[in-house]
């Protein structure tokens, strides 16, 4: 053998070499989450969530939140509240907030039992039926589901599906609903027949829809692109049912490509080329969270009854 093909032999054995040790770090946690018992589900979202894809969680749960706006009985009411149309950005902060202490801490901990309280109290204040919780239950479960296994740099695990649909499954026990799904499949047909039975036309829900998509055209990037823009790659997301019931504007077929592929592409480059998040960053370290710059106290998030001496805003 020629000292050329034994050089070029050496230098490929290496590239592989490297490229292997690469993939295994990129998939570490992945593997190490495999490891675990099964009864460690909230370790398991925690770290799905803060360290394997944080961008796309925050965005999956974005997304679930503005789907419930199309049942009527929900968007009227956060629309009657006025809270979601004139204090959007605070609404959005003091959501994340809410649901990032349970993750963070532990459903159990001090804060997360505080979390999980002041979103009872809000509730509390308001004529809500188990139907709807339960729906809104399951868009946490499914839509961070499909929005990873579509857009992000891997596909999740059904050991990892299973640990998220046990977290949500806890935290809705501890909100006090009624008739939760015993597994991922449960949410997933829950969910699909209460679109089907609940969505239609609303105005009212339609003013929230568009509050909160005006919202998004501040985050970045989408604050650089002019509002039309940002409504476009927005309707572009949407499936068929969620559009027609706030009665969006059909995307062309070429922005679905371009804004879809452009996400897959975002997973790709990330699978490739970057490696694996080395610390955390949970919801309140998110730069779409900006309303407390010198921090908040978790008690005083949300909205109070009138006469409350914690202000509503």
């Known amino acids: 053998m020629s000292g050329g093909n034994l050089h ?3 230098t490929a054995t290496s590239l592989t070499a490297r490229l292997r040790a690469r993939r295994a770090r990129r998939f570490a946690l ?29 965005q999956a749960l974005s997304f679930a ?3 419930t706006y199309a049942v ?24 994340v907030l809410l649901l990032d202490a349970p993750i963070e801490h532990g459903v159990s901990s001090t804060m997360g039992r505080t979390g999980i309280r002041r979103v009872n109290e809000m509730h509390g204040m308001y004529d809500i039926s188990n139907d709807d919780m339960l729906y ?8 961070p589901v499909d929005w990873i296994n579509s857009y992000e740099w891997r596909n999740l695990t059904d050991r990892e599906v299973t640990a998220l649909t046990d977290y949500y499954r ?20 829950l969910m699909e027949e209460y679109e ?16 909160t998509l005006d919202l998004l055209g501040t985050f970045a990037p989408f604050h650089l692109l002019p509002r039309a823009a940002v409504r476009r790659i927005s309707f572009a997301l949407m499936d068929d049912r969620l559009r027609v019931a706030f009665r969006y504007p059909r995307p062309t077929r070429v922005e679905q490509v371009v804004v879809r592929g452009g996400l897959k592409a975002r997973g790709l480059a990330i699978a490739l080329l970057f ?9 309140r370290q998110t730069p779409q969270v900006r309303g407390y710059p010198n921090g908040y106290e978790i008690e005083k998030l949300g909205t109070f009854k009138p006469g409350c001496p914690v202000p509503h805003i």
Not at 73 to 79: E, K
Not at 136 to 143: A, G, I, K, P, W
């Open 196 to 211: 089907i039975g609940h969505f239609t036309y609303s105005p009212k829900a339609r003013e929230v829809a568009d509050s």
């Open 30 to 58: 992945r593997d190490e989450i495999a490891a675990r018992d099964d009864g460690d589900f909230e370790s398991i979202v925690r770290d799905l969530i803060s360290r394997e894809f944080p961008w796309g969680n925050t």
């Open 72 to 95: 009527p009985s929900i968007g009227d009411l956060l629309c009657d509240t006025r809270q979601f149309t004139e204090h959007t950005q605070k609404r959005y902060d003091d959501t």
């Open 65 to 67: 939140l503005f789907r």
């Open 275 to 283: 490696p694996p998040r080395r610390e955390p960053m949970f919801g």
């Open 8 to 10: 070029h032999m050496t």
């Open 170 to 189: 806890l935290l809705g026990k501890r909100m006090g609903i009624k008739g939760i799904p015993e597994d991922y499949a449960g949410f997933e047909k």
């Open 136 to 143: 809104v239950l399951s868009t946490f479960v499914v839509c």
